[in-house]
């Protein structure tokens, strides 16, 4: 047993009764990632147990951020040979193969994110146990990185929980939590975290059988449902991604139809994925995602614990709600209560919808406190203002407020356009307002850009930063500017699709030239969501004054505003636009390559004005602000690459 006492990434203790403890502590890192190095050391731990095998064992993590995370991505990001793409799948598949395959039972005790990788290590024991808390995630999200679970996680999921519950994990990349998991089989109990290790231990000893897939989606995993349940999974990702912009999903089935999970035996799957260019820039994407992660992680800031937000419209009643959602108290203001109680209808069906739970819905909803009055203000940590964008209301809104304020307390604004040194004007202490810009719908847009104005000593927007963190959003630091970042470049781009509707184009034909180039939806119906009124006052700020299209104005001046009104460049209906499925197309070529060159180079003056600090940061702003494709790594990233046309863009490359 010497060998093991040299380990650096495992810990393995033994019970008098003959259990053993095997604990996952990746060195010299926050988080437990499967890596060459970590998975060598499993191997030689399985080694020194087949000489002395124990009565059970179980596996557990010896980090507070959770069980293990998946591979380290930078392993995938290296890959320059298709043997070495091979190498690496074959290391995971025989290793947990080799865990699935012994004897003694084994447990997986997860706490916190099992995701990816580390989902195919649990899965390849005989039983798992989730802790029942926020933060327990089970999920293989290998596709949204343009890759595959090639671990195991293509064999053992459809065998545990059927495969159509199997597919749907799989092909979305969604996660569930300890209910969600038990719920499908995926775990055999979730477990309060005091009775953890006893619960453990208890099961890992108990001799029940493994658990397996019963009724129709067990039998799913046999001809012949097998090929119905793979023929109608390739139906919805061909309409989910007609042009096949993301090649590992239909990849998945495959391996799973034709391969029984075990992508070695689909070499060439193997090579054309992993040497995509969607699979390199998904896994762009991840690492501006970490960075952006990282921004909100502020090393010795405390965190907030209560917050006032002043306007109870749609952003600021929103906003409310999810701090109140992730944990906070919140002191909900504006001039009266029947103002209020739309924004806290909208609230209990977020926490209803998010929480699942009544009782864990029921304690937001307390956490969300209507306040007339503005009698939290005293104790906030954080006061955000989200009134209408009137700069002297804004600041006759902040001299109220200033005085009252807790001395260390950050004064935000979430303002899209106006400057911070306009609004600055008249406080005391005018560096504590920041900028904290949510974007619509808050609870599904993860990017906030903080700002900041020119010359700022950086501690406001430190703490913004990690505020924005805690409520698990994705922090973008930003200069004081007009349109910031994102509106900043969405606004030509909306406009040069009004301006193509003025040349006689269908509305809906110009949107499904962008779909189909990659977009989550097209700038008209994006436009007609954000409201028309708002898209105009955008563009004239960001248009020097040039008039705006005229689709827009005859629109305007019948009182169309989009969703809001019901009625914009689409009739909307419960939410949803009314679009002719027998409209015909009528794009003309080239017309995706010409909506997206303003937004491309409005995206090149904001790096070079100094907007935001360097061209990956924009990427990442523009992805997660404005749902650009990220299959494209970003519009710099794409403009930069020699890609050739998409199959949504007639004509060459943009260049």
Not at 305 to 316: E, L, Q
Request: overall charge positive; hydrophobic content about 45%.
């Amino acid at each position: 047993m010497t060998t093991i006492d040299t380990l650096s990434h495992w810990r393995l203790d033994r019970d008098p009764d003959g259990l053993a403890w095997l604990t996952f502590d990746r060195a010299g890192s926050a988080v437990n990632a499967l890596s060459a190095d970590t998975l060598a050391e499993f191997a030689i731990v399985l080694d020194a147990l087949d000489t002395a095998p124990p009565a059970g064992l179980v596996i557990r993590s010896g980090k507070a951020t959770g069980f293990i995370v998946g591979a380290d991505v930078s392993e995938f990001a290296s890959l320059d040979t298709p043997e070495q793409a091979r190498a690496l799948v074959a290391r995971g598949w025989n290793l947990f193969n080799r865990l699935a395959a012994l004897r003694y039972p084994t447990l997986a005790l997860i706490e916190g994110h099992c995701l990816g990788g580390g989902l195919e290590l649990a899965l390849a024991c005989r039983y798992r146990l989730a802790a029942d808390q926020p933060g327990t995630s089970l999920a293989l999200p290998e596709v949204m990185l343009g890759i595959f679970p090639g671990w195991g996680g293509m064999l053992r999921l459809p065998r545990l929980i059927g495969a159509p519950a199997a597919l749907d994990m799989m092909l979305t990349g969604r996660g569930a939590d300890a209910r969600r998991a038990a719920a499908l089989g995926l775990v055999d109990a979730r477990v309060p975290p005091r009775l953890l290790l006893a619960a453990a231990r208890q099961t890992v000893l108990s001799g029940k059988p493994a658990r397996r897939a019963r009724g129709l989606g067990g039998w799913a995993n046999r001809w012949p449902l097998k090929s119905l349940v793979a023929q109608r999974a390739r139906k919805q990702i061909a309409a989910k991604d007609p042009q096949g912009h993301y090649p590992a999903a239909p990849a998945i089935v495959d391996i799973w139809e034709k391969h029984g999970g075990n992508a070695l035996q689909a070499p060439g799957l193997i090579d054309r994925i992993t040497s995509s260019g969607t699979a390199r820039n998904l896994l762009r994407v991840f690492r501006l995602q970490e960075r952006l992660k990282a921004n909100g992680k502020q090393a010795g800031i405390a965190a907030a614990r209560r917050v006032h937000v002043v306007g109870a419209g749609v952003m600021g009643g929103d906003i409310a709600a999810w701090c109140a959602l992730k944990g906070m108290t919140v002191t909900l203001q504006d001039q009266d209560m029947a103002r209020i109680a739309p924004a806290l209808k909208r609230a209990a069906e977020l926490f209803s919808r998010r929480l699942k739970d009544p009782r864990l819905a029921r304690a937001a909803f307390d956490r969300l406190i209507p306040d007339p009055a503005a009698n939290g203000v005293p104790l906030a940590d954080v006061v955000i203002e989200a009134i209408s964008e009137q700069p002297d209301a804004k600041r006759a809104l902040y001299r109220s407020l200033e005085p009252r304020m807790k001395a260390d307390a950050l004064l935000a604004t979430n303002t899209s356009s106006l400057s911070l040194e306009t609004l600055r004007a008249g406080l005391a202490r005018p560096e504590r307002l920041v900028g904290i810009h949510f974007f619509n719908p808050v609870a599904k847009m993860p990017l906030v850009e903080v700002v900041h104005a020119q010359g700022d000593a950086g501690d406001a927007q430190a703490r913004a930063c990690a505020f924005v963190g805690q409520i698990d959003k994705l922090a973008l630091p930003v200069r004081s500017a007009p349109g910031f970042l994102v509106n900043a470049v969405l606004a030509p781009y909306m406009l040069e699709a009004m301006r193509s509707v003025d040349e006689g184009l269908a509305p809906q034909a110009v949107d499904a030239a962008m779909v189909a180039f990659g977009m989550p939806m097209g700038p008209l119906e994006l436009a007609d969501t954000v409201g028309l009124d708002i898209a105009r006052a955008a563009g004239e700020e960001l248009a020097g004054g040039a008039a705006p299209p005229r689709c827009l104005a005859d629109r305007l001046a019948r009182g169309e505003l989009g969703r809001k009104s019901g009625q914009g460049f689409y009739a909307w209906r419960d939410g949803k636009p009314v679009k002719n499925a027998g409209a015909p197309g009528g794009a003309p070529p080239g017309l995706a390559r010409r909506l997206i060159q303003p937004l491309i180079d409005a995206t090149r003056q904001r790096v070079d004005a100094g907007i935001v600090a360097d061209a990956d940061l924009a990427d990442a702003g523009v992805i997660f602000g404005t749902g650009f494709a990220p299959f494209t790594g970003g519009p710099m990233h794409y403009q930069g690459s020699d890609r050739p046309a998409s199959a949504g863009m007639a004509g060459p490359a943009v260049q």
